[in-house]
């Protein structure tokens, strides 16, 4: 293995090479032409530049030109700053002057979104469809290839990525243009991808999934590299049959969306053969494979990469596997005092017996591995490895046999009846419900003390919500923890995600049982789901004024 390939030294390499690079609708460059846009990218932006390492933010859609200006930052030292263009005014406005943008490039149809916003150090902003950015790139057609000489350091940053920011504000992860290049390389022991596949590439390129497990394996073997400017369930097929691709990656809740359409006799008519990505739930990934005949190899990984799981032949169903590096110490810690947890106890139905002791934070002992840091916020960064561990903010708990189990991130405790538990094996369970096509599971304040089990459900657009068949349904699964039965059920036709469709529970929590959508509640544990109504929301809100837990109501919870 190559452990001084950067982005630019891969570019280079694909000086003179016909195969086909960048696929986008009716565009297409082969990877000759890829290097070549990248090094006129390169040029034209060195002519716009005021600083030497200058921070670069992309507005754009998943496009060649994304593409192409990640490949000028490459050979120039810059740093490329993905913007979430789901974020919106003071956030977004955050996300810039946070990473000290210089250079802000979009499009038209985005460069509102940053109208009469503070951007801080921004003193350049280019319209890629404008007729001013098409003659700047004009001028510098004939730029010379770069010479090895002049390329970065290994260890200059290439990307600003930002996590997804379900559970606080992003933070921007440090990407070097080694480590870009290399994570292509070992992805790609993972996934098989070679040459001779066609990757689809349906996740957004400001995030991590998209670039580190699809992109750069497609560069690293020059493989074709297919892009849609959004993620569209609709259109997944049709995409993949369209362009024969082979190979796709996938984070959150994309498997169960592409799931949500309806089925066909053709669904098994396409080319694919493998997919990569993380967190779609055990009985999705059965349901894909199934239906679409092609194997999904799921991992838990992150932008980070400090810890990195993935399943083998032997995992049981709904671990995650083990450890990629075996030299790895991952370990699952009670985060308070450090110690080790115990390893989980199950019942004879995959019950877990003991969360309480087994559930603790997935740590890396070994430390931050391939971990660059946070762009300024050194705190973030401080906590992540404090201890000499990496602290990965996810629950997890391990089974005898060491196989690690996925339950959700460090906000999704809940405590019922003096009892802790997680919500990602709940919400497992709740995915095997007839028409459910997401669920999220969450704590909401009980009226005199600790929490009460909130979920969610987003149902596919046929079904409609039983509450007498979800009720017999919970008592037919027999790995449902005795405190699980959730005393709220919220129906919805869209759960909040963030732009890498990761399931965004802040809103939720936040407006609890204050809500438009249909909620059903129990009055008692034991009793059947009935509507919520007015005068019922009125009277649990007395309830929580009268054990003088008001300060825990919901925001904007008057009624």
């Known amino acids: 293995m190559d452990t001084t390939a950067t982005i630019a030294s891969q570019l280079r390499a694909r000086i003179g090479d016909d195969h086909l690079g960048y696929v986008l609708d009716e565009q297409r460059y082969s990877w000759d032409e890829v290097a070549r846009q990248s090094v006129i990218r390169a040029s034209a932006l060195e002519s716009v530049l005021e600083s030497k390492v200058p921070h670069i933010g992309v507005l754009l859609e998943n496009t060649p030109e994304y593409l192409f200006l990640a490949g000028g930052a490459a050979f120039i030292g810059a740093t490329i700053v993905g913007i979430n263009p789901t974020r919106r005014g003071a956030e977004l406005a955050r996300d810039i002057r946070h990473t000290d943008c210089q250079i802000i490039i979009t499009d038209s149809s985005q460069h509102a979104l940053l109208e009469n916003l503070d951007l801080g150090n921004v003193h350049t902003t280019l319209i890629v469809d404008s007729p001013d950015y098409i003659s700047l790139i004009a001028r510098h057609e004939n730029a010379p290839m770069r010479d090895v000489s002049q390329d970065p350091n290994p260890s200059t940053p290439l990307f600003l990525l930002f996590t997804s920011g379900s559970t606080s504000a992003p933070k921007a992860v440090v990407c070097s243009t080694s480590r ?3 994570s292509g390389i070992r992805a790609s022991e993972i996934t098989g991808v070679t040459r001779d596949d066609v990757c689809y590439s349906p996740m957004p390129l400001f995030h991590g999934n998209a670039l580190m497990a699809n992109w750069s394996a497609a560069l690293a073997h020059g493989a074709t590299f297919v892009m849609r400017r959004k993620f569209s369930a609709t259109n997944f097929l049709d995409d993949v049959r369209k362009h024969d691709c082979t190979f796709f990656t996938y984070v959150g809740r994309t498997i169960a969306y592409i799931l949500g359409q309806p089925e066909t006799t053709h669904d098994k008519q396409h080319k694919l053969r493998h997919a990569f990505g993380t967190e779609a739930s055990a009985l999705d990934r059965q349901l894909f494979e199934q239906r679409f005949g092609c194997h999904l190899i799921e991992g838990y990984g992150s932008s980070e990469s400090a810890i990195v799981i993935n399943l083998t032949p032997d995992s049981p169903p709904g671990s995650l596997g083990r450890p990629r590096n075996p030299a790895d110490d991952i370990a699952v810690v009670d985060p308070e005092t450090g110690t080790e947890c115990v390893a989980a106890r199950f019942t004879e139905h995959g019950a877990i017996i003991n969360p309480t002791q087994a559930i603790g934070e997935l740590v890396n002992r070994n430390g931050g591995g391939v971990f660059e840091g946070y762009y300024n916020n050194a705190p973030a960064t401080d906590a992540r490895l404090r201890r000499g561990w990496y602290w990965s903010g996810d629950l997890a708990y391990r089974d005898a046999d060491g196989f690690f189990y996925f339950a959700g991130r460090d906000a999704d405790w809940l405590r019922v009846d003096s009892e802790n538990f997680a919500t990602a094996p709940l919400e497992e369970i709740l995915r ?13 304040p009980d009226p005199r003390t600790g929490d009460q089990v909130m979920v969610t459900l987003e149902m596919a657009p046929d079904s409609i919500f039983d509450p007498v068949a979800f009720d017999v349904f919970l008592l037919s699964q027999r790995d449902l923890g005795t405190k699980w039965a959730p005393r709220f059920v919220r129906v919805t036709n869209a759960i909040p995600l963030t732009a890498n469709n990761k399931v965004n529970k802040n809103p939720l929590r936040s407006e609890a049982w204050i809500t438009s959508d249909q909620v059903w509640w129990r009055a008692a544990k034991d009793t059947a789901l009935e509507p919520l109504t007015l005068d019922l929301t009125k009277a649990l ?19």
């Open 432 to 444: 095997r419900f007839a028409g459910v096509v997401m669920v999220a599971a969450y704590p909401v």
């Open 541 to 559: 809100h007395q309830e929580f004024h009268q054990n003088q837990r008001s300060a825990f109501l919901p925001a904007g919870a008057s009624v």
């Open 180 to 182: 870009m290049a290399m």
